[in-house]
């Protein structure tokens, strides 16, 4: 970057939060996406105002800016773009106020998630959204992904728990929306619509989080079936009936055989060829009406198995094979083109049909897992990278995918977004005249185009 305006970032932030050295540029090059483009800098702002500074003089110099988290994103929305700087929220960490009364959390958007669940867990709350990635995911991650996790059949994804919000659209003006009271309805709910804008709208500073009473216990089971079909069926059973499980996470076939390989498969019954796990979780009175609700629910055609968890061991025993999953699948081959597509709950068993076909038909293998409570899949294309002929079909089988997915009624992404990955299916799904609102959007926030260029909306 010219020396001059890296002399002004470090006026602004310090010497040493304005770094263009070598090795600071390749460490933040890439997310989880196997791509990577070195930025000119990385800035490393602590409050609200050096993040509003660096948004002005970024402006004056047509400089664009990337917003990042922890960079465990998988869709590119935090690799750099050629000519961009890093802005990265790492040391913008301070819980600003936690207020039980109110059941509210204030936080800059540095936060690493899972410390907002602990803090609120301290006073008998808890922050829903569980995002697998929250261990070191950053809450403004979360927020420009609109991240979810298994709970959030139950509990609903990141935007059902923000209350308010602190930004910087990309002209440079300062934003406050939402309140801090459960109720509101003065202004246009600007914070839904930051909330999953990719960092491509504003750098979102500071998060008033809604909390809400953390359940006394929780409760598994892990369901085993002969068909992807069953297991698909008895999804829909459960969501169909009045009690909502805090999780329901479906493996398929080609899941378990890589499990099977791979360790982690104990104690399935012979001939599971699908598994779904379930949890309930309220009053330790409650738990039980509400696993036999469940489990009413998932007796039908090809059910083999139901074992039930408890207490801690047992239910760490049976989400074993779940949790091997993402080792065994990379025996299967080294890399993975992940889809994390979603469609109607009655759909599901659909979806799951035509992937078996598809993998079929283009010659690879897919494996698909996920939030089947939510109709959210991640289908995983399983691919070497060095082999162009398997990546050309897998290629043409993603694509396939796709227009299975709109055909269902469905959507590109369900959790991960949009990023630099997949934006050029956006337009497959979305009116033109709703892109158009989209694009008319971008221009209102950010009028020279410097946040996030390249990501969420296509070209
Ligand atoms: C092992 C693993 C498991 C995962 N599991 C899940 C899961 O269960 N559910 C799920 O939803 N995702 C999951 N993910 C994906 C990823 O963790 C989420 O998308 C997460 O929200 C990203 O957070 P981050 O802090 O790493 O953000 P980054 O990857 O750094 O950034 C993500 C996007 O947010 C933007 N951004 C970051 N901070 C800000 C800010 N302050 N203001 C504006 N824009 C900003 C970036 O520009 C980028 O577009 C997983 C990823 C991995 C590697």
Not at 82 to 102: A, H, I, K, R, T
Not at 357 to 362: M, N, V, W
Request: charged content about 20%; aromatic content about 4%.
């Amino acid at each position: 970057m010219n020396a001059e305006l890296l002399a002004q970032f470090r006026a602004l932030l310090g010497e040493e939060r304005a770094r263009a050295d070598a090795d600071t540029l390749a460490l933040y090059a890439s997310d989880e996406t196997p791509r990577s483009c070195p930025p000119l800098a990385v800035l490393f702002p602590v409050s609200h105002d050096q993040v509003a500074a660096i948004v002005r003089l970024a402006l004056a110099h047509r400089l664009p800016l990337v917003a990042r988290g922890a960079g465990s994103g998988n869709v590119g929305g935090a690799m750099p773009v050629p000519g961009s700087v890093v802005v990265s929220f790492e040391c913008m960490n301070q819980v600003l106020e936690f207020d039980p009364v109110n059941r509210l959390i204030v936080v800059q958007t540095g936060v690493i998630t899972d410390e907002i669940d602990r803090i609120a867990r301290s006073a008998g709350l808890m922050y829903a959204p569980d995002p697998g990635s929250g261990a070191y995911s950053r809450i403004g991650g979360n927020l420009a992904m609109n991240a979810a996790g298994p709970r959030c059949v139950k509990y609903g994804a990141t935007r059902d728990h923000v209350l308010g919000l602190r930004a910087v659209a990309g002209d440079g003006r300062e934003l406050k929306t939402g309140s801090r009271t459960s109720k509101y309805a003065t202004a246009f709910d600007l914070s839904r619509l930051l909330v999953g804008s990719e960092g491509a709208l504003a750098l979102i500073t500071e998060a008033t989080l809604r909390l809400v009473p953390a359940p006394e216990t929780v409760a598994t089971l892990r369901v085993c079936y002969g068909s992807n079909a069953a297991a698909c069926a008895a999804v829909q059973r459960i969501m169909a009936q009045p009690v909502t499980p805090c999780a329901l996470e479906f493996m398929d076939r080609r899941s378990l055989s890589a499990i099977r390989e791979y360790g982690g498969a104990e104690g399935l019954p012979a001939g599971t060829e699908a598994v779904l796990m379930v949890e309930a979780d309220g009053a330790r009175e409650d738990v039980p009406r509400q696993i036999a609700a469940l489990e009413a629910a998932l007796h039908g055609d090809g059910l083999l198995e139901i074992q039930s968890g408890f207490d801690k061991a047992a239910i760490v025993r049976l989400w074993t094979a779940r949790k091997s999953l993402s080792m065994a699948v990379k025996k299967i081959a080294p890399r993975k083109i992940n889809e994390d597509v979603v469609v109607p709950i009655g759909r599901l068993a659909d979806l799951v049909h035509a992937i078996d076909g598809l993998g079929e038909r283009y010659r690879v293998p897919i494996v698909s897992f996920g939030h089947a409570g939510n109709g959210n899949l991640h289908v995983n294309i399983m691919v070497h990278e060095d082999d162009s002929e398997e990546m050309a079909r897998a290629g043409a089988c993603r694509d396939a995918l796709i227009d299975v997915v709109l055909s269902l009624g469905g959507s590109l992404s369900g959790e991960h977004g949009i990023g630099s990955e997949k934006r050029r299916y956006v337009a497959r799904e979305l009116t033109p005249e709703t892109l158009g609102f989209m694009y008319d959007l971008k221009r209102l926030f950010d009028p020279a185009g410097i946040l996030n260029p390249g990501k969420k909306l296509p070209d």
